[in-house]
């Protein structure tokens, strides 16, 4: 019936075999997939190695599976994500990102504007150097500053801090929606797997900054200090306009998808590091003097399952279930990182054909129903598409032809 309104069916049933193995063969990537519990503590499973690529449902099930106690099963390598999973976290963690660019760019202008060895006449006595304590707290500060941020850290390079041959403050919190945060100095991990020296994003930053500071930012500064004492007027800085060099966002480095397994933040975490500069010993040439990082949680990320561009980098594009021929796919923020976070709509002319509230089918219930398809269990999935939209257009047509019958018959 066209132009009638039905009822979401009450008892479900087996899919026929024909329509289960139509739906294989569209999503050729299920028909060796299984969503029932294996046992993950045996190390020598490697069901969940061998399919932690093979879909998007098994990729979070590798993803869940690891924990604190069971990444000890696992290879490092294994803990470290294919970098298109990550999709999305330059978007949506850009917030985050700026805040570690704010502070590695405030100790670039001071590093860079400030020398304390600077003699000036009068009673005016130069800046002291960073302190610890400054460090530690500026670094403490962006964990405190936004919730998402999970730790904070700022590692300098060898020789580069004051009295310090490696200083590396990292602040961090061990549970969401807290007032307990807490503080180390990463220096004392001088192993030479631990030590953040030999880490990926540090040596790459490095590694891409150790000679070749054109491409940073220029940003000029106009700085005025008071004349005396008492400062009834202001005077010009000896060196004015000065001006220093820093990295903006893309100067910066992502990582991909990772588990920190004995780490002090052990959860699947997305980073975001920052350089900073700072003038040689002879204040001639700039150098790199460190990094600030940010990590925030994958779980949080919103995962887009919608159709894209062939070259987006996007590893779950076009894992929707949506009918393609009658629907298309629209992805829905805040769901994080879990499947279903989209809907499906009616293509024009198709339309909802069942009596609802709304004119759409949830992702979440799209991927429901697909699952117990694929695990031969009672499901109602191929009923989850839209219909031909002809109800009005049959009455709207049925009363044009009788006015244009009634014109004619009065015409002749």
């Not at 699952?371 to 109800?391: E, P």
């Not at 709207?396 to 009788?402: T, Y």
Request: hydrophobic share 35%; glycine share 6%.
């Amino acid at each position: 019936m066209i132009s009638g309104i039905q009822k979401m069916p009450v008892q479900w049933e087996l899919a026929p075999w024909y329509i289960r193995e139509k739906y294989l063969d569209l999503h050729y990537n299920y028909r060796n997939f299984s969503w029932f519990p294996t046992p993950y503590e045996d190390p020598n499973d490697t069901t969940i190695r061998e399919q932690r690529n093979l879909n998007v449902d098994s990729t979070l099930k590798f993803i869940k599976v690891v924990n604190e106690t069971t990444c000890k099963l696992f290879r490092p390598q294994e803990l470290i994500l294919n970098g298109d999973i990550g999709f999305g976290a330059e978007e949506q963690y850009e917030n985050e990102a700026l805040m570690a660019i704010r502070l590695a760019n405030f100790i670039s202008s001071y590093l860079q504007i400030v020398d304390p060895e600077e003699v000036f006449p009068g009673k005016r006595v130069p800046d002291k150097p960073l302190s610890e304590d400054q460090m530690m707290g500026e670094t403490l500060a962006i964990v405190l500053g936004d919730s998402k941020i999970w730790s904070a850290g700022m590692y300098w390079e060898r020789n580069k801090f004051t009295n310090r041959t490696l200083f590396a403050p990292f602040a961090y919190k061990t549970e969401e929606n807290t007032r307990s945060f807490k503080m180390q100095d990463l220096a004392r991990l001088n192993s030479t797997e631990k030590v953040y020296l030999n880490k990926h994003w540090f040596k790459s930053l490095k590694n891409r900054w150790m000679t070749n500071f054109e491409e940073l930012e220029k940003h000029y500064l106009k700085l005025h200090l008071r004349h005396n004492e008492t400062g009834v007027f202001l005077q010009k800085f000896e060196q004015y306009p000065t001006f220093y060099r820093a990295a903006s966002l893309r100067h910066g480095h992502w990582t991909t998808p990772y588990f920190d397994c004995g780490g002090l933040v052990p959860m699947w975490s997305i980073s975001y590091s920052s350089p900073f500069f700072g003038w040689d010993s002879l204040r001639v040439n700039l150098e790199f003097k460190g990094v600030v990082t940010v990590t925030m949680r994958l779980d949080k990320l919103d995962m887009n399952q919608c159709p894209d561009d062939y070259f987006t980098p996007n590893a779950f594009k076009g894992s929707d279930k949506c009918d393609r021929e009658t629907s298309y796919c629209v992805p829905i923020q805040g769901r994080w990182f879990e499947t279903g976070g989209y809907k499906c709509e009616c293509l024009q002319g198709y339309e909802y054909p069942f009596e609802d509230q709304i004119t759409y089918y949830d992702g979440q219930l799209v991927e429901a129903e697909f699952l117990s398809l694929v695990n031969n269990n009672k499901t109602r999935y191929d009923m989850l598409k839209c219909r031909l939209a002809k109800g009005t257009s049959m009455t709207s047509s049925f009363v044009i032809v009788i006015l244009t019958v009634i014109i004619l018959y009065l015409n002749f």
